[in-house]
């Protein structure tokens, strides 16, 4: 027998990282107990560890999801942002140590790789799983397995501050204040010279269609979101296990904010508009 709830945590933990989205996660692992259940009482005795099947059966079917994600993509209007999720959600994360495989940055960084990058990647690097145990995921040799996560963890190293950021609580909360205050110089005090910000409204909401650079540029257009959005409260909460902000009107909640922030500035700015996306956060 299987015990579904600790193997059903981690294999949607798996697909959140995979994907980067709750509702498909959920989704593949679904699927995946269903093939399990599918299979005869012999084929599942036969199977020395059902743990390792699911995961196989779950990152193939994972696979099959990136590559025609990649076609909706081309139709998705405006930029494309990982579903925010509140916390850091038990589901998703098993432990401490993976805490930074479920920020917005890593997120977003897995996101750009390709399909076999990101699950070699995952797989080894993220949940530990040896690249024999990869290649019957990928169906490539583990040499071929070992150079896509090589690949992947150079773009991962490349998109990381040079050192730990701190009091990112701080900087986070400052600039909730400098925003409803419409403190321009104050945001603009608050922001990298190079910040950009992206929002993902998926054409159900009006946001930006094109990320928005520089520091002054962004502290301009998150002012004027305020004056188009009259009534906005604005909340700090916890993004994807880092400090972030809520907006919320008339008691629902219209965008969640995530940043990257790096030498007590914030560097990039991720705000996710889509209702679709926000479906975790209403009350």
């Known amino acids: 027998m299987i015990a579904i709830g600790p193997e ?41 560890s059902p743990a390792a099947w699911l995961t196989t059966v779950a990152g193939r079917i994972c696979l099959d999801v990136l590559g025609s994600a990649r076609v909706r993509r081309e139709r998705y209007v405006g930029e494309w942002l990982p579903e925010p ?23 977003v960084v897995l996101d750009a790789m390709t399909p076999a990058e990101r699950v070699a990647f995952v797989l080894h690097d993220v949940f530990g799983y ?10 490539r040799t583990p040499a071929a397995c070992r150079q896509l996560a090589t690949a992947a963890r150079r773009r991962v190293a490349a998109s990381r501050p040079p050192a730990p950021a701190a009091g990112r609580a701080d ?10 205050a419409k403190d321009i110089r104050g ?21 930006v269609l094109r990320p928005v650079v520089g520091g002054e540029q962004v502290a301009r257009y998150a002012v004027r979101l305020l004056g188009r959005l009259p009534a906005l409260a604005i909340e700090e909460t916890t993004v994807n296990g880092q400090p972030g902000l809520v907006a919320r009107r008339d008691g629902t909640v219209a965008a969640v904010v995530a940043f990257d922030v790096a030498g007590g500035v914030v560097r990039r700015i991720w705000a996710v508009r889509n209702p679709d996306k926000l479906r975790l956060w209403q009350d």
Do not use: C, N
């Open 8 to 48: 059903r945590q981690q294999l949607i933990g798996l697909a959140y990282r995979l994907l980067g989205s709750v509702s498909d996660a959920e989704d593949v692992v679904q699927e995946a107990y269903g093939r399990w259940y599918a299979l005869s009482g012999p084929q599942r005795d036969a199977i020395e």
């Open 130 to 139: 040896p690249f024999a145990e990869v290649a019957t995921v990928l169906g």
């Open 187 to 207: 945001l603009v005090g608050l922001l990298d010279p190079g910040a950009t910000a992206v929002a993902d409204g998926g054409g159900l909401v009006s946001a």
């Open 85 to 107: 999720v509140p916390g850091g959600t038990a589901d998703l994360a098993e432990h401490v140590a993976l805490g930074e495989s479920l920020t917005m940055a890593f997120l």
């Open 171 to 180: 900087v986070v909360r400052a600039f909730k204040l400098a925003w409803e």
